[in-house]
Nanobody, 124 residues
Framework: QVQLVESGGGLVQAGGSLRLSCAAS????????MGWFRQAPGKEREFVAA????????SYADSVKGRFTISRDNAKNTLYLQMNSLKPEDAAVYYC?????????????????WGQGTQVTVSS
């Protein structure tokens, strides 16, 4: 089992930055592919970014490329999402996820474990 707890969400003005964190415990975090997804009201949960266990390979949704950076610290069992140049359309609940047999990093069903989410609100 893996437990995931997100933090760092909040209210920010458009153009601002936030850094989300996801603290993991349980099964070996360092071997998992980790991802961030988000869900806005009335919309499907969508892929944001993901990172392989070594941190050597990352993947991003086109909508966040060049603005968001995913990273991980395996020694601290923590996943991060640095979000810059935030836009009102980035507002959503952001979820951390973990998977141990991930082939397609952008697919929700690839991930076995999910956090409770953290709210990001962007004012225009």
């Amino acid at each position: 089992q893996v437990q995931l707890v997100e933090s760092g969400g909040g209210l920010v003005q458009a153009g601002g930055s936030l850094r989300l964190s996801c603290a993991a415990s349980g099964r070996t975090f360092s071997t998992a592919t980790m991802g961030w997804f988000r869900q806005a009201p009335g919309k499907e949960r969508e892929f944001v970014a993901a990172i392989r266990w070594s941190g050597g390979y990352t993947s991003y949704a086109d909508s966040v490329k060049g603005r968001f950076t995913i990273s991980r610290d395996n020694a601290k069992n923590t996943l991060y999402l640095q979000m810059n140049s935030l836009k009102p359309e980035d507002a959503a609940v952001y979820y951390c996820s973990a998977g141990f047999s991930v082939v397609i990093m952008s697919r929700r069903s690839s991930y076995n474990y999910w956090g409770q989410g953290t709210q990001v609100t962007v004012s225009s």
